[in-house]
């Protein structure tokens, strides 16, 4: 049999592997609200403007209720044959209302209908993710006030680098995920206009009101030209580009973590919540959340990958081709969707093993920098001299298998004659982080600062900056 929706000109019915390939409802049935909201929507204008009468309009609005209602229940039958979404309302449709349920694709097409179903989708996945991110930044933040002054190695090279603070490293996170997030805000801004009434391409001759359906749908405006309308999907490829950022940002944390869990290591603990045990070892206790953050970015950004390709080249306006827009963009949005909710809740139960991360704090020399800026600040050496000399003091520890502050004086004096007493002052991890004042700096009443400053903002509704 062919296609009840538009088969009028086919003598016979889709190959089974035409249905295969074609069909989309499989995933597109994910847009339900979406479709019969844009559909009651429609459905109102065109009564508003005349095109439909209102005794029509109100069967369809009734039997668009209806359906909703029974797609939530999930006592809907969805059928592949019906190809997508759009069809299969329309055909329940005119089960329930008869002729008039005809009238509703009047001046619409699906390629309008779709770019419509999608946008709205993608906006609010934009907002649930602003959201998200919000969260993950008031535990980072929370954190950071409670552990603002927990020592901790700094790293670059993943070689200890500077003694910084707990809650420094966390709020270098809460500015990331607050980038992530204006990204996301960007994107759902601009996305903000409606692509109702573009219809197959051209636009309709009849009076529509474009203007009406995007008010109600809370857009902007309607969208300027009917052949961008059904051709774009920047849309969803920008807020793809955010989620990929954002996983990639949430991807170093995760990692840290991992890092952080293990035993050399033993920074952080996880609570039992976020971890798993071993089938094997007993003892064992892994960082699997962490892991899975870190992995989903494969997915996010291979799903940013595929829909650059499936749109690259494409002529305008639409081509089937767009249906792969929406597959790999569910699993994506739920992925990030599902990675910024478990690292929420990782960072709220972690619990920094403060003495350990401190006696790092302190190891491998962490304070030469201190020692060289001592030798600029006070014995009035350039930098690139007071570097050499620490480098030299550095290599004596090192060989003695002593800290810096374990030097003798007369051994540092011998290195460097301007060398005095007051040096020892500066040598411990303490005094380092309290001394990095710098605007931005790790000192911790500059982190307590950065993270009230945080807190406000979050738990208020001001707008993230
Ligand atoms: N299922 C289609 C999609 O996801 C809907 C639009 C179909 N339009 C068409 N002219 N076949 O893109």
């Known amino acids: 049999m062919s296609n009840k929706m538009w088969g009028s000109r086919f ?12 069909a989309s409802i499989d995933f597109d049935k994910r847009l339900y609200a979406q479709d019969i909201l844009g559909s009651k929507v429609h459905c109102q204008m065109l009564v508003a403007t005349g095109i439909i009468s209102s005794e029509d309009g109100e069967k369809i609005t009734h039997g668009l209720d209806t359906i909703l209602s029974e797609m939530e229940a999930g006592k809907f039958e969805f059928s592949r ?39 709205l989708y993608v906006r609010d996945t934009a907002l649930e993710f602003e959201n998200a991110l919000q969260d993950l930044q008031l535990a980072l933040a929370q954190k950071a006030l409670e552990f603002n002054d927990a020592l901790m190695p700094g790293f670059t090279h993943l070689q200890t680098a500077q003694p910084i603070t707990f809650g420094h490293h966390c709020l270098a ?25 573009a219809a197959a391409l051209a636009g309709t001759s009849f009076p529509i009101d474009r203007h009406m359906t995007a008010r109600e749908m809370k857009f902007d405006h309607p969208m300027a030209n009917s052949m961008d309308a059904v051709a774009s999907r920047d849309f969803v490829l920008e807020l793809l580009s955010a989620s990929a950022i954002t996983a990639i940002n949430l991807s170093r944390l995760a990692e840290e973590i991992v890092i952080w869990c293990s035993a050399p290591f033993k920074f952080v603990k996880l609570s039992d919540k976020f971890s798993t045990g071993s089938s094997i070892m007993p003892q064992k206790r892994n960082p699997d959340a962490a892991e899975l953050v870190r992995a989903k970015v494969g997915r996010i950004v291979g799903a940013l990958t595929s829909l650059l390709i499936v749109m690259k080249g494409l002529p305008l306006t639409y081509s089937k081709d767009m249906q ?142």
């Open 11 to 22: 003598s016979s019915g889709p190959d089974a592997i035409m249905e295969d390939i074609n």
């Open 173 to 197: 996170y809460v500015e990331m995920f607050g980038r992530d997030c204006s990204r996301m805000r960007d994107a759902r801004l601009r996305m903000n206009e409606c692509p109702l009434g």
């Open 324 to 465: 792969e827009d929406k597959e790999q963009a569910f699993d994506a949005f739920d992925s990030l969707g599902l990675g910024l909710a478990a690292m929420a809740g990782m960072i709220r139960d972690l619990e920094p093993q403060v003495d350990n991360m401190e006696k790092y704090a302190a190891s491998d020399f962490s304070t030469a920098t201190d020692l060289a800026d001592w030798l600029v600040r006070v014995a009035d050496l350039p930098f690139r001299q007071a570097h050499h000399v620490t480098g030299q003091l550095v290599a004596l520890a090192s060989a003695r298998n002593i800290t810096l502050d374990e030097i003798p004086l007369a051994d540092m004096t011998k290195v460097e004659a301007r060398i005095s007493q007051e040096i020892y002052d500066v040598l411990s991890a303490k005094n380092s982080i309290n001394s990095r004042t710098s605007y931005g700096g790790t000192a911790p009443d500059n982190v307590k600062q950065q993270a009230l400053r945080w807190l406000d903002i979050l738990q208020s509704n001001k707008e993230v900056p």
């Open 81 to 119: 044959a019906l190809e997508d979404i759009h069809m299969n309302v329309e055909s329940r449709l005119a089960e329930l209302v008869g002729d008039a349920a005809g009238r509703l694709h009047t001046a619409r097409s699906r390629n309008d209908q779709i770019a419509l179903d999608f946008r």
